[in-house]
Structure formats: structure tokens, C-alpha cells
């Protein structure tokens, strides 16, 4: 499995970005997907996961302004994110989790890709 995420760039506090994680490889499908970010100097958080029947569940920190979303025709996972705040900077990585059921929880994930640069200035 090969997680490629991409769409990070430099925006303003209030202006939005949407990221994409391709999968090279049909393989997590049946499996949920995660975003997590690392802001510099901070341990790896969770942000939000999505379910392989579309169930998600987010960290309170984005809830309301921060959507999941996933096309298993292509095998891409989505983050729209809107309403972006400067604590909202960090690395964006995407994952797949072990099993099909959406997770907070950094150990459920088994496969993780480079991440994209999000950089949110006020």
C-alpha cells in the first residue's frame, strides 16, 4: 500500500484547502481511513476518520469546519478543510486503519503515507 497526500499549502487564518491521499493499490477499501496532523515540536494527533460505510467521527478541535470524505472508486480519501485557524498548521498525513470501523486511535492504523504541509497565518 502506497498513501500519497497531497493539497497542503500556505493560506490565510479563515480561507480553506482541501487535501487528497491517494492509494495506489485498491487494498483498505473495506477498511476506514484517518487524517492525523503533526504540529512542529507536537506528538501526532488524530483529526478525523471515516468508516468504509461512511460513518466518521472528528476531533473536537475540527468538528463543524473539517469534512472527511472518501471515493473507493478511485481509491482517494478527502479533508475539506474550511474556517482554518494558524493552530491548524502541521503535517497531514493519511492512513488506513486495520479494521473497517472509523478510529481516533493512532495504534488501529497499519498503514500511513508522507504527509502534505498545511500552513494556516493569521
Known amino acids: 500500500v502506497q498513501l500519497q497526500a497531497s493539497g497542503g499549502g500556505s493560506v490565510q487564518a479563515g480561507d480553506s484547502l482541501r487535501l487528497s491521499c491517494a492509494n495506489s493499490?485498491?487494498?483498505?477499501?473495506?477498511?476506514?481511513l484517518g487524517w492525523f496532523r503533526q504540529a512542529p515540536g507536537k506528538e501526532r494527533e488524530f483529526v478525523a476518520s471515516?468508516?468504509?460505510?461512511?460513518?466518521?467521527i472528528y476531533a473536537d478541535s475540527v468538528e463543524g469546519r473539517f469534512t472527511i470524505s472518501r471515493d473507493n472508486a478511485v481509491n482517494t480519501l478527502y479533508l475539506q478543510m474550511d474556517s482554518l485557524r494558524p493552530e491548524d498548521t502541521a503535517v497531514y498525513s493519511c492512513?488506513?486503519?486495520?479494521?473497517?470501523?472509523?478510529?481516533?486511535?493512532?495504534?488501529?492504523?497499519?498503514?500511513w503515507g508522507q504527509g502534505t504541509l498545511v500552513t494556516v497565518s493569521s
Open positions: 471515516i468508516g468504509w460505510k461512511g460513518a466518521t
Open positions: 492512513a488506513v486503519a486495520r479494521s473497517s470501523v472509523a478510529t481516533s486511535r493512532l495504534e488501529n492504523y497499519r498503514y
Open positions: 493499490k485498491r487494498t483498505g477499501s473495506n477498511n476506514a
